[in-house]
């Protein structure tokens, strides 16, 4: 499991409530901030993602939807600082929590990533080592990024499993990759993406490959955890149904283009571009539907 380092060293608590000052309150200052964002592929010279601008106060939730090779994941691989290879943030900005990330060096990145910004993705167990209980595995996270020693780190990967919403998270603790579903498996990337209490969370199609109750589940331990420590999420979907259910603002992206912006109920209801109102009709049979009620459809 990526280890990345650590920002605080609060013990034994998982995951103690922080108060979030009220979203977009002068006290509240962006945990994420993306300015006009370009990233191009510089084996092609050609420019990839054309501009993405937005701002992420804490406990809020920005949803990014487009159809596949829109430029999702590369938006979040540069705001995690982990483009591929010949790929290239080429303009605009990225701040996390008040840092331009421009002039990072592969440490300061490092120090950044699951300490102040973190993420989940798909396939999580991908991410796990098949043949180390997972337990052992989020101890590890939890001894590097907290600095706590190994029987501390221990406990308090059972903590996070408990916070995750994992029963009986003491045995789960001792099972390996394989004897958990695929839901169970995505708690525990989420409890080590939140280990050390960053202050963003990407998820990036994070419930696409779970089944429909499930991915209602972790979407409801995303909220969870955004409402008890002040997190801020950005959720990347190819489903509006996800967004809808999560975000308080939605980018819909295509080919690189933000094609609609702002507050994910005008979106829904008011879209004012053919590629939303085409997703929007894709996805009514997928349970969107119930987001839409007659009195907002009216407006
Ligand atoms: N590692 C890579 N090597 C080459 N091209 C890439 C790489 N990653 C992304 N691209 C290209 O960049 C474009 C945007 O990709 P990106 O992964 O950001 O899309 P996406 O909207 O997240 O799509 P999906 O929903 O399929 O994940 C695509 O044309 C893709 O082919």
């Known amino acids: 499991m990526t280890a990345p380092s650590h920002r605080s060293t609060t013990g034994n608590t998982a995951l103690a409530p922080v108060p979030a000052p009220a979203p977009g309150s002068a006290a509240a200052p962006p945990a994420l901030l993306v300015r006009d964002l370009r990233i191009s592929d510089l084996a092609q010279d050609r420019e990839i993602v054309h501009g993405v601008s937005f701002t992420l106060t804490p ?72 043949s180390i209980p997972v337990g ?25 499993l408990r916070a995750v ?28 993406a939140v280990a050390a209490e960053p202050r963003v969370l990407i998820a990036d199609e994070a419930t696409t490959a779970l089944d429909v109750t499930v991915q209602a589940e972790i979407l409801d331990l995303l909220a969870d955890l955004r409402e008890r420590t002040g997190l801020a999420l950005v959720v990347v979907s190819h489903d509006l149904a996800v967004v809808a259910q999560l975000c308080d ?42 987001f839409l009620t007659p009195k907002e459809a009216a407006r």
């Open 59 to 130: 406990g809020r939730t920005v949803g990014i939807v487009g159809e596949s090779g829109s430029g999702k994941t590369l938006t979040c691989r540069a705001a995690l600082g982990i483009l591929p290879d010949h790929f290239a943030v080429t303009g605009g900005s990225v701040e996390i929590d008040g840092t331009d990330a421009a002039g990072l060096t592969t440490r300061r990145w490092t120090a950044l990533r699951g300490s102040t910004i973190s993420a989940v993705f798909q396939d999580p167990a991908s991410y796990l080592n098949p």
């Open 136 to 160: 052992a595995q989020l101890a590890e996270v939890v001894r590097v990024k907290l600095g706590l020693r190994r029987r501390a780190a221990r406990a308090q990967a059972v903590e996070l």
């Open 165 to 192: 919403r994992l029963r009986d998270a003491e045995v789960v603790a001792r099972q390996y990759p394989h004897e958990l579903s695929g839901g169970m498996l995505q708690r525990v990337l989420i409890a080590a």
């Open 249 to 290: 603002e939605v980018l819909v992206m295509r080919q690189g283009e933000v094609v609609e912006q702002g507050p994910t109920r005008t979106v829904l209801h008011a879209p004012r571009h053919a590629y939303t109102r085409l997703l929007i009709s894709e996805h009514e049979s997928y349970g969107l539907e119930k």
